[in-house]
């Protein structure tokens, strides 16, 4: 009972107070009431205000933020891609001193020869596409080498475009011959890294390690290409040597190669 009569004194009270408040004029004509009332609002007014300056400048950070960290990851992709396409073309500069090292001693294949790129391989199929920034069609059987020996001929061409028949395809034959020429032989594609050279007498000197190139007698090859490593000699009943060999060219890392049309087939009549 008596905390309710408290309440009511205080209540009273306090509405007596606003009342008196109201009435009671400030030197500028407004209610002593009105400046209670911005007095104690102000406190919360300005809280109010810096609270949602607080957020709105949040919200500006985060989005700066954000935006910061998408632009960081931009650059570092260019900057990934950028030195992928650096390491790439350094690549390509050695695979072509090699090329020219490697047609160096044919004067006549350096003229016209076209360079390619590998665009796919299949090595289980012994073929390969090339793309050339130059649109040319070349003759059927145009010899291609790489940094590091004989790669094969074209089968198709279609301006920038080429296909070539590797020389591990299955029905792939090369005429070979140790550096010296005093061992002559047939390399044959398997279908595999291996190849098979058919055609050496039992009487031949050959050893394993030795370097077979191209000697030019299929008429499709110029000689002196770099084409495969002897892997193993063995003799047997036959009148020949069983001999296996592997290619010099990196078939499967090969990116860069070199078209030679100017070296014809014998069958076209203008082989040098």
């Known amino acids: 009972m008596f905390r309710t009569n408290a309440l009511r004194t205080v209540l009273i009270w306090t509405l007596l107070e606003l009342i008196a408040a109201f009435q009671v004029r400030t030197e500028a004509g407004s209610p002593v009431l009105s400046s209670w009332m911005r007095t104690v609002a102000e406190p ?24 910061a960290l998408s632009e960081n990851r931009a650059l570092q992709r260019e900057n990934e891609e950028l030195r992928a396409r650096q390491a790439l073309m350094q690549n390509d500069l050695d695979a072509l001193r090699e090329i020219g090292g490697l047609a160096g001693p044919h004067i006549e ?3 016209g020869s076209l360079l390619g790129r590998c665009s796919y391989r299949d090595l289980r199929a012994g073929t390969m596409e090339v793309r050339t920034a ?27 475009r080429h296909w070539l028949q590797l020389i591990t395809h299955t029905a792939a034959a090369v005429a070979v011959q ?22 050496v007498p039992r009487q031949a000197e050959l050893e394993t390690g030795a370097l077979l190139v191209t000697s030019g007698g299929d008429g499709i090859y110029p000689p002196g290409i770099p084409t495969a490593r002897v892997t193993r000699v063995r003799e047997s009943d036959d009148p020949f040597l069983e001999i296996t060999a592997v ?26």
């Open 44 to 67: 919360i007014v300005i809280t109010a205000e810096g609270a949602t300056d607080l957020a709105v400048g949040v919200g500006v950070s985060a989005r700066g933020l954000r935006k």
């Open 247 to 272: 290619s010099s060219a990196d078939l499967q890392a090969t990116r860069v190669v070199l078209m030679l049309p100017a070296w014809a087939p014998a069958a076209d009549g203008d082989a040098p």
């Open 178 to 199: 140790t550096e010296d020429a005093t061992v002559q032989g047939l390399a044959l594609g398997s279908g595999s890294a291996v190849m098979t050279v058919a055609y």
């Open 134 to 160: 130059e649109l040319r069609v070349l003759r059927h059987d145009t010899p291609v080498v790489s940094s590091n020996g004989l790669v094969g001929r074209v089968v198709r061409s279609e301006g920038r």
């Open 109 to 111: 294949l350096e003229a």
